[in-house]
C-alpha cells in the first residue's frame, strides 16, 4: 500500500509547526486580506471625516507607524556625522600642532 505524503507530514507535524500553518493560511487567505482591507478603508474614511475629533492626523500614523521611525533615525544620523566631522575637524587641527611642535622642535636643534 502506497502512503499518502500529506497523511504522513500532517502527522509528524510539531504544534509550532501546526499553529505556524494554520497562521499562514488565515493570514494569507482572501477572507483575511479584504477585512483587513476594508478595516483600513473604514479607519481612513472614519479619519478624515472626524466624528469626534482627528484622532490620526494625516499621514495616519496607524497605518505608517515607521515614519517617525525613520525621523528618528534620520536625526540621529545626522547628529553621528555631525559629530564625526567635527571630531576629525579637531583630529586634523591636532595634527597641525603637533607638526608644528616638531618643527619648532627640529628648529631649536
Known sequence: MIANVDEIYEREL???QRIAMAVAETIGSWRFIIGQSLFFAAWIVLNVVGWVRHWDPYP???LNRDAERDRLMMRQDYETNRATAEEMHHGRLLVRLLEQER???RGRT
Open 60 to 62: 495616519f500614523i496607524f
Open 103 to 105: 618643527a619648532r622642535e
Open 14 to 16: 510539531r504544534p509550532g
